[in-house]
T-cell receptor
């Protein structure tokens, strides 16, 4: 099956800083999603982005499918951005495979 | 609010108890999923239902028994669990199963502790 690696595993930043989270995957995909899991366990969809670039407020994501990676950018971090960020991928009808996540902590 | 509702949010049960987790989606989706999230592990897919039919059982022990009476509701019946089954159980739904373009939406999760 597809292997998904996320980096860094942990990231601690001061409020207002910018960050880049990376997701590498081992095979072709036609579905890639980024999620944010808040401290209470809820997983929230951020982006559906199998290729290209999307922006939503302070967050943006870019997937370069040919090079098998995706980046999530968070600008002007806020404490509410804290949590774990997951990327998940699949191809065709294969099950969605999740990475192990990046734990982001924003310090006031 | 993602349109997927799970109850209860927290459950503590003994190893001999029988309990159930409930999931309801209000998105008109046809596929529903149970995932397990243990500490320091990636999300593990447990079961997939598509149009009420089970299409995937990811080698889950029989002490976990899913039920999907219709496309909007999914249950996970729990019986004689072990302490290592303590985890966050997440329900999710998508328009279809797997195919490109199917964004998956998660519920808030049910925190299960087996004592």
């Amino acid at each position: 099956g597809i292997q998904v690696e996320q980096s860094p595993p942990d990231l601690i930043l001061q409020e207002g800083a910018n960050s880049t989270l990376r997701c590498n995957f081992s095979d072709s995909v036609n579905n890639l999603q980024w999620f944010h899991q808040n401290p209470w366990g809820q997983l929230i969809n951020l982006f559906y982005i199998p290729s290209g670039t999307k922006q939503n407020g302070r967050l943006s994501a870019t997937t370069v499918a040919t090079e098998r990676y995706s980046l999530l950018y968070i600008s002007s971090s806020q404490t509410t951005d804290s949590g774990v960020y997951f990327c998940a991928v699949n191809f065709g009808n294969e099950k969605l495979t999740f990475g192990t996540g990046t734990r982001l902590t924003i310090i006031p | 609010e993602t349109g997927v509702t799970q109850t209860p949010r927290h459950l503590v049960m003994g190893m001999t108890n029988k309990k159930s987790l409930k999931c309801e989606q209000h998105l008109g989706h046809n596929a529903m999923y149970w995932y397990k999230q243990s500490a320091k592990k990636p999300l593990e897919l447990m079961f997939v239902y598509n149009f009420k039919e089970q299409t995937e059982n990811n080698s889950v022990p029989s002490r976990f028994s899913p039920e999907c009476p219709n496309s909007s509701h999914l249950f996970l019946h729990l019986h004689t669990l072990q302490p290592e089954d303590s985890a966050l159980y997440l329900c999710a739904s998508s328009q279809g199963q797997g195919a490109a373009g199917n964004t998956i939406y998660f519920g808030e999760g049910s925190w299960l502790t087996v004592v």
